[in-house]
């Protein structure tokens, strides 16, 4: 749904920040991404944990990442988010419908 509050203050600095959305759900990437740009960042999504950690590995402009705790593909959020930490040191937000579980407590010793 688009932003439909005062216009986004975009600052010079947003405009050279890239955030990664992780979620195999393309609704919710869209969604996050139309809302995200607005502000001035740029976005790249991908569907799947093992998509995440190839740009990351691909794309040096990745500043921060957004990920659901399930994306998509063989590894979890979490495990992914384990792994891209071992590559970069990038700011990490989990995303989910989910309330509760092992999944969700798996994120708490993740840096």
């Known amino acids: 749904m688009p932003y439909k509050g005062t216009e986004p203050e975009i600052s ?3 405009k050279q920040k890239t955030i990664l959305i ?3 759900d393309a609704d919710i990437s869209l969604s996050l991404s139309n809302s995200i740009t607005q502000f ?3 976005v790249v999504t991908a569907d799947s944990g093992e998509k ?3 740009l990351i590995n691909n794309k040096p402009d990745i500043n921060f990442i957004l990920i659901d705790i399930d994306p998509g593909g063989e590894i979890n959020g979490p495990d992914t988010a384990k792994h891209i930490l071992k590559i970069r040191n990038l700011p990490v937000v989990f995303l989910t419908e989910l309330s509760g579980g092992d999944l969700i407590r798996e994120t708490t010793g993740i840096p």
């Open 12 to 14: 010079m600095n947003n």
């Open 40 to 42: 001035g960042y740029k």
């Open 22 to 24: 992780v979620d195999d």
């Open 52 to 54: 995440a950690i190839d």
